[in-house]
């Protein structure tokens, strides 16, 4: 029992850069409190004693503002950051290292009996809250962003984002680094197009790029074959953008919202 604990703290110093030592976390950290009453209460409800079970989980709600049922499979070094608001459901499975943001929900829809509830593999993480509503499983090393709404199966490595929730198509190395030399070829700093800021103006201007590359390939190789032809055409040279002119539409980075 005691290793797990030790196990537990370790973990919030690999995902926490605000953990100082180990007596703050063991004695400020709700995320944890949370986990360790439910490892109570969740072996109460496998021995049958489940009002006790119901009862220890209702005093670990009080105490810490995160509910977890007492039937719910949680597995080794999940981590609870602020955790305030946290709703996790009978038959909702988790597996190992997975990370939850405050306001999450593991939920169902619907009332029949049985699996409700999803299944997060290893290495999930969710925002802040994002609600998971189903008996569906969202694979290895998936994230759902803050504020999603998911109600279908994320894949492996997938990010899920927005309502309902949506898989974000990470862009090829290949074509990002198309998208990058267009965007300096034109004097354009793409600060939009970064896969961790998935908006829609970044992809549209991803989108842009890809037009403006494409272009540009067919322009180059149509006066290719001009000149193959015998032509003395020559393309201009494209007009200079000043960078003064984008001076307006630069964004600054997007601040913390964890609280830390």
Not at 22 to 27: G, P, W
Not at 47 to 57: H, I, Q
Not at 196 to 225: K, S, T, W
Request: proline share 5%; aromatic share 8%; net charge negative.
């Amino acid at each position: 029992m005691f290793e797990r604990m030790r196990e537990d703290i370790r973990s919030v110093f690999h995902r926490d850069p605000a953990a100082r030592n180990s007596f703050e976390v063991l004695t400020c950290y709700p995320g944890l409190h949370a986990i360790w009453v439910h490892r109570l209460a969740h072996w109460l409800w496998c021995a049958g004693w489940k009002w006790l079970a119901r009862v220890l989980s209702n005093f670990g709600r009080w105490m810490t503002g995160i509910e977890i049922h007492p039937g719910a499979k949680i597995g080794r070094r999940f981590f609870i950051d602020h955790g305030m608001g946290i709703v996790i459901g009978e038959t909702a499975e988790i597996g190992d290292d997975v990370t939850l943001y405050q306001g999450v929900t593991l939920g169902g829809t619907s009332w029949n009996a049985g699996k409700r509830h999803p299944t997060l593999e290893d290495g999930v993480v969710v925002g802040a809250g994002a609600k998971v509503l189903g008996p569906f499983t969202v694979g290895a090393g998936a994230k759902i962003g803050s504020n999603a709404v998911v109600t279908k199966p994320v894949p492996a490595g997938a990010t899920a984002v927005g309502i309902p929730g949506r898989i974000i198509v990470k862009v090829d190395d290949e074509q990002e680094a198309k998208r990058q030399a267009i965007a300096e070829k034109f004097g354009f700093d793409a600060y939009g197009v970064s896969q961790d800021m998935p908006d829609p103006i970044a992809r549209a201007i991803g989108q842009l790029l890809d037009h403006l590359q494409a272009v540009d390939a067919r322009l180059e190789g149509m006066c290719g074959a001009l000149k193959a032809l015998g032509s003395d055409y020559c393309a201009k040279d494209l007009p200079a953008l000043r960078d003064e002119d984008f001076a307006e539409v630069k964004v600054e980075p997007v601040a913390d919202v964890r609280g830390d």
